[in-house]
Nanobody
Framework: QVQLVESGGGLVQAGGSLRLSCAASGRSFSRYSMGWFRQAPGTEREFVAVISWNGDYTYYGDSVKGRFTISRDNAKNTGYLQMNSLKPEDTAVYYC???????????????????WGQGTQVTVSS
């Protein structure tokens, strides 16, 4: 089992920045690829970004490329999502997730992730 806890959400003005954290406990976090998804009211949960277990590979959703950066610190069992140039359409609950099996053709599928955090709200005002 892996337990994930997100933090760092909040209210920010458009153009601002936030950094989300995902603290992991349980089985060795360093073995897992870590992803971020988001869900706005009335919409499907959307892929945001993922980073491989060793940090060598990162993938981003088209809507956040160039603005968001995913990273991780395995020594601290923590993953991060740096969000810059935030837009009102980035408003959502953000979830981190973990998977042992990451490939370049399924990283965006929420069904591929085994463990999920409870989510943290990000609200961007215009």
């Amino acid at each position: 089992q892996v337990q994930l806890v997100e933090s760092g959400g909040g209210l920010v003005q458009a153009g601002g920045s936030l950094r989300l954290s995902c603290a992991a406990s349980g089985r060795s976090f360093s073995r897992y690829s870590m992803g971020w998804f988001r869900q706005a009211p009335g919409t499907e949960r959307e892929f945001v970004a993922v980073i491989s277990w060793n940090g060598d590979y990162t993938y981003y959703g088209d809507s956040v490329k160039g603005r968001f950066t995913i990273s991780r610190d395995n020594a601290k069992n923590t993953g991060y999502l740096q969000m810059n140039s935030l837009k009102p359409e980035d408003t959502a609950v953000y979830y981190c997730a973990a998977t042992l099996f990451l490939s370049n053709n399924n990283y965006h599928l929420k069904s591929k992730y085994d463990y999920w955090g409870q989510g943290t709200q990000v609200t961007v005002s215009s």
